[in-house]
């Protein structure tokens, strides 16, 4: 009894023995079970799975066709809100892409023009003209300068109308979801799982319903992009308005605002600076969708880089990808000088009139001079073959290192993980996950990950989970290995912090297929290049959140030490790190996420894991195999996060204790 | 000055317009669904294009190539112009099944799906094209990761194909290796040309790929129904898929409503056929030469009036 009391109160004993166990039947129950013929050790026994996939696709097929409000059915009201969003992306559409036209399809006859590329830069800059920073004007006029030079100016304003109407949507709704939150406790309960899923389970998933029920085009489009994007909105606004000071509000309240007047006259816009931080996750994540969106009907850039990349065009690919990238960078720099602006400073009305005015000029004088109307398709610019040529030369003077790098890497790390996860019998498996949890934050965490686990298991999907499990610790090991210190550095340096900034805007907005392609022609098909893909994706957050940890460190502590007399690798080691590690834990947090939420892109270099399944899905328009899969990677997802939240909450505790 | 006297002249045109094209079945645009290769995208419009001078007003629609059959049941998409018999005829027949897709016909084009290999191997693996040489040679084809084992590259997992119950009935010493998109596929192929490396994979024509690159498809005992679904048949007593892949032709679909709404268009569609050489050619244009879809396909239709003035007669 002692000795049990032991083992589980001792964490070396305890992670020791797990681990210890794990790997031995990893290694050898494989083998045992096929000596004595029990084959279900290995593989859950088929009959027994349930054919959750298979109610899912029934139950959306009465949906669609015999589900009915009253007299509505549910089709015609989906139907309904499909053509309320369609409306205004349309009038935005016809603004900057299609001008004003009457009659449908090949009939359609141009009343009036678009707006012309001057008058749409000229309208941007005025925006940031407005912000008083004069730096702003030049970034935001070069980088719309940069869409019409490379000739992709229709494409471009063609995902900006639909980004301009998909971020007010997911900025809207998630305001409002998240002061229901704020005030509603009952609420935040009832939210706190279904922003779990909408984070974490794969687009993929959802696009087959969303398809079937809002018809095809952009307005499915749409949809998709709001429910990826707006999550991050709900929660930071509960979090910016349980943040503001209670000062505030009890200075609000004496001098007697209503309940409405307290929280749009004094949370609000004390909050705004958080809020902000919430525009900028919903714009980059809305740019983020824009490679799928086009895979269902969308257009725009993305559908350039698809496209491009189809005919190995990998200068038209990167020409596109940098422009969603450009367009990324100017809209957040803008809606954060926004932001900034103290209400009634800057240049205001005649800005306005100055706006109007280029409008209008530029419109009647595109008549006469046509260049004035579409930016001229003989003045573009294109790098044309550099891109394919750079990488053909890399290809063949430097395929040979190349592959012995990577025969090293996946002989000595990817193929051993994969081996200990695949070998881990799916029963062992729940039990091993519930205790972990049990181990980190008590009986309730344990009992979720048991019922988690277990979910993976009987809808038969275990194999891919492991899969799944095994790409995503590696490339998070080596996204951590790479990324924290570069983190610390630019948490030491202010001129690293500017260049990782840069760095980590491109990695995060520049579409992940743009590299893939390079990457499988200098790497093959293969776990490996996914790898890769995964790891540049999933490693902003690593850089980021160490970068943090390390400014956020009281100075009077490194001076202390220095005070003591520690060298400067003293300094780092002894005092910074273990003082960054709950911010590090949190970027670990952050990358795991990201790194599931690449799992889709990464079946399109064939790996076989739960993305595959899910991709799979979509391509057969398959409801519930999608929705399905798409749960057991969002249940990966959440188990993590709670396990590494413990952990992170634990090592606080733990230093508070000592402190 | 300009714009003002501009505005009323385009309100004129379109009147003029409208009244132009009264004399077709229904003024609603037929809704062409476009997908991501080139091939399709130049079917589409030169159909499309057709039709316009028909009369016809046309929609071009993006959508997935089978998420489309969804669409096309509810009637939100009307026409699907490239349908594969090797890739969508199961999707297709299911459709049919339903009454509310009909099946319009064959293009005139062969779908070709095969293993291919790049020229350079027959130095290595003389017994090419002939599949029976793969037997001794696929140390040949082996990378790291899979030897003393051939590698294969396979098409996305979606696309099917049997490869994995092909390689171990016909006793192939190979690994497949699914690539994910076939962006994927043929990133690898030009990788593996520009470095003459070793490569064999899944390759289909209609497609750039056989066009640019030189090599052959190999050679496997001919397709048969039966060697699909009866192990008895083919060279393999004890397996099924003991010979090559199916080739077929590609159809064309539509919505049930197109017949009744668009009769004249109807016939068109039906009428539609192009060779597999016109259509290498064209693909050719747009993905190797840099031509515009639009631009080859308005070539084409200049160039044949004889043929598509029959289709819309």
């Not at chain 1, 603004?95 to 000229?122: E, F």
Request: proline content about 5%; hydrophobic content about 50%; charged content about 15%.
């Amino acid at each position: 009894m002692t000795a049990l009391h032991r083992l589980i109160r001792d964490p070396r004993l305890f992670w020791g023995g797990l681990f210890a166990l794990t790997l031995a039947l990893s290694l050898f129950a494989g083998d045992l079970a096929k000596d004595i013929g029990a084959k279900w050790v290995m593989k859950f026994p088929k009959p027994l799975e349930l054919p959750l996939d298979k109610l899912i696709s029934a139950a959306m097929k009465w949906l669609l066709e015999e589900a009915a409000i009253g007299p509505l059915s549910f089709h015609a009201v989906t139907r309904f809100i499909s053509a309320l969003i369609e409306a205004p992306y349309l009038a935005v559409r016809g603004l900057l892409v299609d001008g004003l036209q009457r009659g449908q399809g090949s009939y359609a006859v141009q009343i009036l023009p678009p707006l012309s590329w001057i008058a749409v830069t000229t309208i941007f800059c005025l925006l940031a003209w407005r912000s008083g920073r004069r730096g702003l004007v030049g970034l935001v006029g070069a980088c719309f300068l940069y869409l019409a030079v490379f000739g992709r100016w229709e494409s471009a304003m063609a995902t900006l109308a639909s980004v301009l109407i998909s971020v007010p949507m997911g900025v809207a709704g998630g305001v409002a979801l998240g002061i229901l939150a704020f005030r509603h406790p009952w609420a935040e309960r009832a939210m706190r799982p279904v922003l779990d899923l909408m984070q974490t389970v794969p687009v993929f998933a959802y696009l087959v319903p969303i398809l079937f029920m809002f018809g095809f085009g952009p307005t499915a489009a749409l949809v998709a992009t709001v429910i990826y994007a707006m999550p991050p909105m709900v929660r930071l606004t509960t979090l910016a308005l349980r943040e503001v000071p209670e000062e505030v509000a009890e200075a609000g309240r004496m001098a007697g605002c209503t309940r409405r007047q307290l929280l749009w006259k004094c949370l609000i816009p004390t909050a705004m600076p958080m809020l902000m931080v919430g525009v900028n996750q919903v714009i980059m994540l809305s740019l983020n969708m824009v490679i799928i969106a086009s895979m269902i009907g969308a257009g725009g850039l993305g559908y350039d880089v698809l496209t491009a990349l189809r005919k190995l065009d990998i200068g038209g690919g990167v020409e596109a990808g940098v422009a969603i990238v450009v367009m990324a960078i100017a809209l957040d720099r803008l809606s954060q000088a926004e932001a900034r602006r103290v209400p009634g400073t800057g240049r205001g009305g005649r800005l306005v009139w100055i706006g109007l005015a280029v409008i209008l000029a530029t419109s009647a004088l595109g008549y006469v001079l046509p260049f004035v109307q579409t930016y001229p398709a003989g003045a573009t610019l294109t790098t044309g073959t550099i891109w394919a040529q750079a990488i053909e030369w890399i290809n063949i003077n430097l395929y040979d290192h190349i592959e012995a790098v990577k025969v090293a890497i996946l002989i000595g790390l990817l193929l051993p993980v994969k081996g200990f996860f695949l070998g881990i019998p799916w029963a062992w498996g729940i039990v091993a996950m519930g205790l972990i949890g049990w181990r980190m934050a008590g009986w309730r965490l344990g009992l979720m990950a048991l019922l988690m686990t277990g979910f993976i298991a009987l809808t038969g999907f275990w194999p891919e989970a492991m899969i799944t499990v095994y790409l995503c610790g590696v490339s998070v090991f080596v996204a951590m290995l790479i990324g924290v210190p570069l983190g610390i550095w630019a948490g030491q340096s202010d001129r690293a912090n500017t260049v990782l900034s840069a760095l980590i805007d491109t990695l995060q907005t520049l579409p992940s297929f743009v590299y893939l392609i390079p990457v499988v022609m200098l790497f093959r098909v293969g776990d490996f290049s996914a790898m890769i893909a995964v790891v540049a994706y999933s490693i902003v957050p690593a850089i980021r959140y160490a970068a943090h940890g390390i400014r956020e460190i009281d100075p009077q502590m490194v001076e202390a030490g220095i005070v003591s007399g520690c060298t400067r690798r003293q300094i780092l080691w002894r005092i910074k790190l273990p003082l960054a590690l709950p911010s590090l834990i949190v970027g670990m947090n952050q990358t795991v996420m990201l790194a599931l939420s690449m799992l889709v892109i990464t079946a399109l270099v064939g790996t076989r894991d739960l993305g595959q399944q899910v991709y799979m899905a979509l391509t057969k328009a398959n409801t519930g195999q999608g929705i399905v899969a798409g749960l057991c990677v969002a249940f990966i997802a959440i188990m993590v996060d709670r396990i590494l939240t413990a952990a992170a909450r634990g090592m606080e505790r733990g230093e508070a204790g000592h402190g | 000055m300009t714009f003002l006297t501009k505005a009323p002249a385009c309100l004129l045109a379109m009147l003029l317009a409208t009244t132009a094209h009264a004399e077709v079945e229904s003024t609603d645009p037929i809704k062409l669904t476009l997908h991501d290769w080139t091939g399709q995208l130049i079917t589409t419009t030169i159909m499309g294009d057709v039709l316009k001078k028909a009369g016809y007003n046309v929609e071009y629609v993006q959508a997935d190539y089978l998420a489309q059959f969804a669409g096309m049941r509810t009637g939100d998409l009307d026409v699907a112009m490239e349908l594969w018999a090797t890739t969508a005829k199961e999707a297709l027949d299911e459709a049919v099944a339903t009454g509310d897709v009909v099946n319009m016909g064959e293009t005139g084009m062969k779908a070709i799906e095969e293993w291919w290999y790049p020229s350079y191997m027959e130095e290595s693996c003389p017994g090419l094209p002939n599949w029976e040489a793969l037997k001794d040679c696929a140390e040949a084809f082996s990378t790291p990761e899979t030897a003393p084992k051939g590698r294969y590259l396979g098409g996305p997992v979606t696309w099917g194909g049997y490869d994995e119950e092909r390689v171990e009935a016909l006793g192939l010493d190979f690994e497949v290796v699914h690539a994910g998109t076939d962006a994927a596929l043929f990133a690898e192929l030009e990788a593996a040309y520009q470095r003459k490396d070793p490569i064999i994979l899944w390759i289909y024509s209609p497609h750039w790929a056989p066009a640019k690159y030189e090599g052959k498809f190999v050679e496997f005992p001919a397709y048969s129904k039966e060697c699909y679904e009866d192990p008895a048949v083919g060279l393999n007593p004890d397996m099924a898929y003991d010979c090559g892949k199916p080739s077929g032709p590609i159809y064309k679909a539509a919505w049930k409503g197109v017949d009744a709404k668009w009769p004249g268009a109807a016939k068109a569609i039906r009428a539609f056929t192009l060779t597999n050489e016109d259509m290498g050619a064209m693909v050719g244009a747009v993905d190797l030469d840099g031509k515009t879809v639009e631009d080859v396909a308005a070539d084409w239709v200049a160039k044949n009036e004889a043929i598509w003035s029959a289709w819309i007669k």
